[in-house]
């Protein structure tokens, strides 16, 4: 007798799975503006960073003196930010003509905290201020490690004269450099005591007589009061104390000079310091040459008689 044997049978296979389909990545709007910006992203990631690191600090600093902890808040965050790249390294001098730059750089420089969070930018424009030959300064960052310096410089107009010494000086009378006779500019000579202080005196009594500027060498404020004005052709004219008086004087001595060329003939001084008397030093027999003598006696006749027609 047979027995069959009932051999298990295998579970139904299940149909196989049809392969997913990859999700399409769609990019949004905000990725797809960044992509058309003419920077890389890894750039824009940087400048955000600095925006981010800059804009913490300040609300750091904020809740600092809140909190009355300042000082020492800020400068381990200015550490911070220092030990991650933000230190000035190039300094960038804009509107440097005359002024030294090695100077500047120097200033720019100096405070012993390079971070580029702590920097104090007005106490760097401060010290610059007290440079003579800088009239403004602005003082900024440009991260993220550039200190950029725009000046304006002063202009020079005059050299003064006092104990010995020359300086540049500007139309305000601001000493902008110290000078020698060997490097001293073409530029009118003031001499005395806060000379300096009345150069745009001197400019507007100038303008009075403008014919005369030109032939001017140098100028002294006497005492304190007034001007003796000093010629290239060596002559001396001593104008009276005021503003006023001293511009009357220096008109008529220019209409006088045009009449009667005064200048250039030998007289040693005008002497305009009393409004009502027009006095001539001439030179003494032997202190010049005959035919210079001759030409200072000269001129003093003709004015002589030029004065004497006027009051006839």
Same mark, same amino acid.
């Given at each position: 007798? /047979?027995?069959?044997? =009932?051999?298990?049978?295998?579970?139904?296979?299940?149909?196989?799975?049809?392969?997913?389909?990859? =999700?399409?990545?769609?990019?949004?709007?905000?990725?797809?503006?960044?992509?058309?910006?003419?920077? /890389?992203?890894?750039?824009?990631?940087?400048?955000?960073?600095?925006?981010?690191?800059?804009?913490?600090?300040?609300?750091?600093?904020?809740?600092?003196?809140?909190?009355?902890?300042?000082? =020492?808040?800020?400068?381990?965050?200015?550490?911070?930010?220092?030990?991650?790249?933000?230190?000035?390294?190039?300094? $960038?001098?804009?509107?440097?003509?005359?002024?030294?730059?090695?100077?500047?750089?120097?200033?720019?420089?100096?405070? @012993?905290?390079?971070?580029?969070?702590?920097?104090?930018? $007005?106490?760097?424009?401060?010290?610059?201020? =007290?440079?003579? !030959?800088? @009239?403004?300064?602005?003082? /900024?960052?440009?991260?993220?490690?550039?200190?950029?310096?725009?000046?304006?410089?002063?202009?020079?107009?005059?050299?003064?004269?006092?104990?010995?010494?020359?300086?540049?000086?500007?139309?305000?009378?601001?000493?902008?450099?110290?000078?020698?006779?060997?490097?001293?500019?073409?530029?009118?000579?003031?001499? #005395?005591?806060?000379?300096? %202080?009345?150069?745009?005196?001197?400019?507007?009594?100038?303008?009075?007589?403008?014919?005369? @500027?030109?032939?001017?060498?140098?100028?002294? !404020?006497?005492?304190?009061?007034?001007?003796?004005?000093?010629?290239?052709?060596?002559? %001396?004219?001593?104008?009276?104390?005021?503003?006023?008086?001293?511009?009357?004087?220096?008109?008529?001595?220019?209409?006088?000079?045009?009449?009667?060329?005064?200048? #250039?003939?030998?007289?040693?001084?005008?002497?305009?310091?009393?409004?009502?008397?027009?006095?001539?030093?001439?030179?003494?027999?032997?202190?010049?040459?005959?035919?210079?003598? $001759? #030409?200072?006696?000269?001129?003093?006749?003709?004015?002589?008689?030029?004065?004497?027609? $006027?009051?006839?």
């Amino acid at each position: 007798m /047979s027995q069959k044997i =009932k051999r298990p049978t295998s579970a139904p296979r299940r149909p196989a799975r049809a392969p997913k389909k990859r =999700k399409t990545i769609r990019t949004s709007r905000i990725d797809a503006l960044i992509n058309a910006l003419p920077i /890389s992203p890894q750039r824009l990631q940087q400048v955000a960073n600095w925006t981010i690191g800059l804009g913490l600090f300040a609300v750091v600093g904020l809740a600092a003196h809140a909190t009355g902890v300042t000082a =020492k808040v800020q400068e381990e965050y200015a550490q911070a930010v220092g030990r991650a790249g933000f230190q000035v390294k190039k300094v $960038e001098v804009v509107g440097a003509d005359r002024i030294d730059r090695l100077k500047v750089y120097d200033i720019a420089l100096a405070q @012993k905290d390079r971070s580029m969070a702590a920097l104090d930018l $007005e106490g760097v424009r401060a010290d610059l201020m =007290k440079y003579g !030959w800088i @009239k403004d300064a602005r003082v /900024s960052r440009r991260l993220p490690d550039t200190l950029v310096v725009d000046i304006v410089e002063r202009t020079p107009a005059a050299i003064w004269q006092h104990n010995n010494r020359l300086s540049l000086i500007d139309e305000k009378g601001v000493v902008l450099e110290p000078v020698t006779i060997a490097t001293m500019p073409d530029l009118p000579l003031v001499i #005395g005591p806060r000379a300096n %202080t009345r150069a745009q005196d001197l400019d507007r009594l100038l303008a009075e007589a403008s014919s005369l @500027k030109e032939l001017l060498a140098g100028a002294t !404020w006497v005492g304190d009061r007034r001007w003796d004005l000093r010629f290239r052709s060596g002559e %001396t004219l001593s104008l009276p104390e005021g503003e006023g008086e001293a511009k009357k004087a220096l008109a008529k001595f220019a209409h006088m000079d045009g009449a009667n060329r005064l200048l #250039g003939r030998g007289i040693l001084r005008f002497d305009m310091r009393d409004p009502a008397r027009f006095v001539l030093r001439l030179p003494h027999e032997g202190q010049v040459a005959p035919a210079k003598l $001759e #030409g200072a006696r000269a001129a003093a006749d003709a004015l002589a008689a030029a004065t004497a027609a $006027e009051e006839g």
